[in-house]
């Protein structure tokens, strides 16, 4: 292994930095955290098989606090990892659901399409069949009155009839007969003959007055075989136009139907939107969680990293880099400090009675606390809460180290 003068693997000083960094970082109990951080270099200052026992306590100390932070940022960022893949799956089945959303509200706006055109058909089916009962109804109100106009001209002659038994005007009688092309010489006797009583009346007042009655007579026939006649007819026309007035009423139904079903379509197209807006909205919020989750994760991961690199770098501090590895060979050779020539040729100073101290104990007082709650001596009273650490009272270094007194310069 490739080691500096200081005893330190070369090339560590940005690695010792990162350990320390975290270690200080950690939320342990007391001002732990801030200890190791400061004792960490001091522990470190010596080769491996030249380290105190204090030294190799600090650094198992460091060791499993390093790897029981770093299990917790691993278990953590599992963690947020299943968390994460929950929240996705949550995120794929409201996808799911706002995709059935808009598929029911296509579905929904083509229905409404549909009842569109279907209301569109009924309103110009009405218009038809309006044109048709209107043709229809005209042809039977014609016919109606052709009926009534017979019937009164019928009425009109039988009364004349009815009229030539009694004594009277015969003026009426006079102006029909003479419409109707009647015999003039009937007409001139006619007006003496109905200023008799039916009793007075002899023998050419009674020809002329049955000449008169057969003539209206056939003229009644007539009338009655043309009422007859228009009577079948008005039938058929009159039921042509209900029938028209049926289908048109039929049509009229059909399209308030028609616009009834459009309004519901058009009321579950309101529905199927705000469902589907409800989804959208749901996968938004999802998509803030899951986006929420996934820098989570990154943040967990960053940080099993940060502890995994902190640990690496701690063991490489402790045992120091291969030394067939030649790019570390390189690196330790640049990281050495070349003396100056100034340096070079200062005089060796003297030694002081500290230099036969072991380093460990220049250390800080921090370090000395630490080494205090670790070691058993019956001169060093224990710090209660340093000796109340687990990971102190676990440590195989703490176990197996002598007693060591204190030095004048610690104390």
């Known amino acids: 292994m490739v080691f500096s003068a200081t005893g330190r693997p070369t090339g560590g000083k940005a690695k010792l930095k990162v350990v320390q960094k975290l270690l200080t970082s950690l939320p342990l ?28 306590v600090v650094l198992t100390m460091a060791a499993e606090v390093l790897s029981s932070a770093l299990d917790e940022a691993q278990a953590a960022e599992a963690t947020c990892r299943a968390e994460l893949s929950s929240v996705e799956g949550e995120l794929d089945g409201h996808k799911a659901e706002a995709g059935l959303a808009s598929g029911t509200l296509a579905a929904a706006r083509a229905i409404v399409s549909e009842k569109k055109q279907a209301l569109g ?13 209107k043709k229809a109804d005209a042809v039977d109100r014609a016919q109606a009155r052709v009926m009534a106009n017979i019937e009164k001209r019928r009425k009109q002659v039988a009364g004349l009839l009815a009229s030539v038994d009694h004594k009277g005007s015969s003026d009426a009688l006079e102006t029909f007969l003479e419409g109707a092309d009647a015999d003039p010489v009937l007409i001139a006797a006619l007006s003496a003959v109905m200023e008799k009583e039916s009793s007075q009346r002899i023998d050419f007042d009674l020809m002329v007055v049955s000449s008169v009655k057969e003539f209206l007579g056939e003229k009644v026939g007539a009338l009655d075989a043309e009422v007859e006649a228009h009577s ?20 009229r139904d059909r399209v308030g139907e028609a616009a ?17 807006e409800e989804a959208n909205a749901t996968v938004q919020q999802q998509d803030t969680v899951v986006a929420k989750k996934r820098v989570a994760v990154t943040v967990a991961e960053e940080k099993a990293g940060r502890h995994q690199d902190a640990l690496q770098s701690l063991k490489f501090l402790e045992t120091g880099p291969e030394a067939d ?8 050779v640049a990281d050495e400090e070349a003396p100056t020539a100034q340096a070079a040729m200062d005089p060796v100073p003297a030694p002081t009675p ?5 380093r460990i104990l220049q250390s800080p007082a921090v370090l000395f606390e630490t080494a205090r709650g670790l070691l058993s001596s019956p001169n060093v009273l224990p710090s209660p809460r340093l000796a109340a650490s687990p990971a102190v009272a676990a440590s195989p270094a703490v176990a197996a180290s002598p007693a060591v007194a204190p030095s004048p310069q610690a104390l």
């Open 29 to 56: 109990q007391g001002r732990l955290s801030e200890m190791l951080g400061a004792g960490l270099p001091h522990a470190l200052e010596e080769r491996p098989e030249d380290r105190h026992p204090m030294q190799k």
């Open 121 to 133: 058909e009924c309103k110009q089916k009405v218009t038809r069949e309006e044109q048709e009962h």
């Open 232 to 251: 079948a007819q008005q039938a058929d026309v009159h039921a042509e136009a209900i029938g028209a007035f049926a289908i048109m009423d039929l049509a």
């Open 260 to 276: 009834t079903a459009l309004r519901e379509a058009e009321a579950a197209v309101t529905v199927a939107r705000s469902r589907l």
């Open 325 to 332: 590895d030649p790019m570390e060979v390189e690196e330790a």
């Open 354 to 358: 500290q230099s036969s101290v072991s």
